[in-house]
């Protein structure tokens, strides 16, 4: 019996199961959708705040900080109005990119602290104190000469800079017709950073981001002239660089002048595009610090007679890789830092700046890394290093404009690149430079540029235009050989008008204080002919060769 | 001869600038700016590095 009736269950539960559901019932129509209501100030007025004694008792999972009793009220005898909550939502947006700038502008000024570690390391031990000196005073230079004038030549006509809400005293370019175009040269507001309303909270944040990238391109040049650079001469050097040399070029790329316009004037892509300065800062730091080599000529020692390059080697590789890890985590200010805010206008796009400058630091240190091992059997340390390094200043310009693949492509040919470029400084130019600047910065930097105009893919956004060009910047191989044109022309003007000057600069300050310190103090190290103390007064100095 | 190099450097430069008013089309402009970024290196490497060779220091 049970055999029979557990079959006929069975079956009985799967007649049910293959049921058909019944068909869906169509929805009822939605009503239609009401008129969207205006806000009012009565709306607004009649958003509770948290009470106060809910308040006494403290706010452990934050729901009660932070609510409608945080918002600024202008008038306290009406209450909260719509326009308050209007102008907190504005000023939220410009403190959000004030803090991001200013914070962003303190990891670059930190990196003075890596130069310097880097610099010194890659020195002799005779020389530490005098390298040590010439990176701390060079920071105090820069914030001078720039206050005093360069600032208002870099910045003084680039008009509003709408992330850091207008910035509108600074809108005086100083401009000449060229071929029936108008040509921007430099800026005019913003003297001592009191002319012409300058006295201004976002000329305040811009001031100072800005003063810490011209600082560092000033850095570079005390590498090159390290160990026999007469201290004179260093100071005048760098206050007629952060004065003169420095601001005249930024303009040109970024306050506004004839290069960032070629794109408007000229139809070339979006005009010579440089996101946080493969060129502005790298490469003017880097030519200058040719400029200057060349013209130092080596340390005694470097070459032998039949122009045979010698190695010199630093007294300390842990703190020159120190110094890249420092100036690799300062990075991290320069290139997102360069969007000059977190919020709106396509600022969201930092999250994708950093990991791109993250990737090439990476692929241009495993490339030097791997080509040196490759070529003389060991991995060097310092060119390691430089190899990462290679890799940031390459990324720079390009980090706001490219994607992840580009960016790991760009930072190991850097990677490749520094290597063969110090060699070529080395041994067919013949020009000391005892920390490689003129090949991570100058080379690299002029390969950042270039790379804008290959590998700028055409997907950042922003604002909807770049130097007053609608559409997004797109290099060559995404279809705009224009830009690759603009950039080139900018690469023109670097090593055509920037050499020149600070060539010319430099000559007249060798002219009338000398560039070099004598033979005598350069063999006894120049910590104390130079600054009269030592950097080591405690150790024996024990040189390994007889310079 | 380090005069003469820097003003060839200037010249290669100026070579690049008057790309954007001799031509028009963007091929002609690169070729024109790859010319001028030619004759700068050339005054930079050939003429004005030479020049400081010659009395350099270390042939002394």
Redesign the interface.
Known sequence: MTRRLLPALLLAVSMWAQTPAPAPTTPPASPPAAAPVPLTDVDVKSIDAPKPELRAKGDPDGSLTGTVADVSVSDAKKGLTLADAINQIGQNKIAVNFVWTLITGYLVMFMQAGFAFLETGLCRSKNANHTMMMNLIVYAIGVFAYWLIGFSLQMGGVGGIANLGGTAPLAREFTINVFGKPFGLFGQNGLFLMSSGTYDVGVMVIFLFQMVFMDTALTIVTGVGAERWKFTAFVVSSFLMGCITYPIFANWAWGNGWLANLGANFGLGKGYCDWAGSGVIHAVGGITALALGIMLGPRIGKYTRDGKALAIPGHDIVIVLTGCFILAFGWFGFNPGSSLGASGSGNLRIGSIAVNTMLASSSGALAAMLYVWLRFGKPDASMSGNGLLAGLVAITGPSGFVNPVGAIIIGAIAGVLVCLSVSFVETVMKVDDPVGAISVHGTCGLWGVLAVGLFADGKSNYGGSWNSVNGSVTGLFYGDAGQLVAQLIGISALLGLVFVVSFGLNFLIDAVVGNRVCAKSELEGLDLPEIGVLGYPEFELKSPSPY | MVVVG?LI??A???L??L???VAST??A??AL??A??AI??FG??GV??RA??KN????R
């Open positions: 820097l450097m200037l290669g430069f100026l690049s600038l790309s954007l008013t963007v091929g402009r690169m700016v790859l001028g970024i700068t290196l930079l490497i004005l590095n400081y060779l350099a220091l270390w042939k």
